[in-house]
């Protein structure tokens, strides 16, 4: 079974720039997740889709971020402009069942460095 | 809120010595507690989970007890390997809420 996909993996852009996330999850999972983790810290959610429905963004900066999962399937995370504190590592997490949050399945992740 | 409240890293351990990587938390319930760990250039990956106090969650030669009493879920090994090194994260879940997680543990061991 393939795990969920990510890319690219790495990502340099200057402050005000724009910039998006791709996210493909584990075939047959409703429920995708975008997570923030910054340096130092662990990862925090900023939004919880299941299928193409939104459950849970009530931690996303939505001035300036913004996710999709038009066919509820891949997902795609922007940030629209970029801030030096938005450096970090965009963690995607799938699932079959969103009760049992031990049956997340993270991707590599993707390393964000805002100059 | 819910808080996690992680050892503070990094730890650094020769290999065959015992480990504990202490973890408490808050929460206004009970929650079921759980460790990730995130091997180099990888994505979190569940280690062990505890969903209700007294359990104890092992895998892997890892093992954490749910203590109610102190909150708390420590993890252990008694004898780590060089491939153990990696982070862990200590992360609770109460009821449909969101998981919280730990600020993460690095472990290094050293042959």
């Known amino acids: 079974e393939a795990g969920v996909a990510q890319s690219p993996r790495y990502k340099i852009i200057e402050k005000r720039q724009s910039v998006a996330f791709w996210c493909n999850p584990i075939?047959?999972?409703?429920?995708l997740y975008w997570y923030q983790q910054i340096l130092g810290q662990g990862p925090k959610l900023l939004i919880q889709?299941?299928?193409?429905?939104?459950?849970?963004d009530s931690q996303l900066p939505k001035d300036r971020f913004s996710a999709e999962r038009l066919k509820g399937v891949d997902s795609t995370l922007k940030i629209q402009p970029a801030k030096l504190e938005d450096s970090a590592v965009y963690l995607c997490?799938?699932?079959?069942?969103?009760?049992?949050?031990?049956?997340?399945?993270f991707g590599p992740g993707t390393r964000l460095t805002v100059t | 809120g819910n808080s996690v409240t992680q050892m503070e890293g990094p730890v650094t351990l020769s290999e065959e010595a015992f480990l504990t990587i202490n973890c408490t938390y808050t929460?206004?319930?009970?929650?079921?507690l759980f460790w990730y760990v995130q091997y180099p250039g990888e994505g979190l990956q569940l280690l062990l989970k505890?969903?209700?106090?007294?359990d104890k969650g092992s895998n892997k030669g890892f093992e954490a007890t749910y203590r109610k009493e102190t909150t708390s879920f420590h993890l252990e090994k008694g004898s780590v390997q060089v491939s153990d090194s990696a982070v862990y994260f200590c992360?609770?879940?109460?009821?449909?809420?969101?998981?919280?997680f730990g600020t993460g543990t690095r472990l290094t061991i050293i042959p």
């Open positions: 992360a609770l879940k109460l009821g449909n809420e969101k998981l919280t």
């Open positions: 505890a969903t209700k106090a007294d």
């Open positions: 929460a206004t319930g009970y929650p079921s």
């Open positions: 889709f299941q299928n193409n429905g939104v459950v849970d």
């Open positions: 075939s047959g999972h409703a429920t």
């Open positions: 997490a799938s699932s079959s069942n969103p009760g049992q949050p031990y049956e997340q399945y």
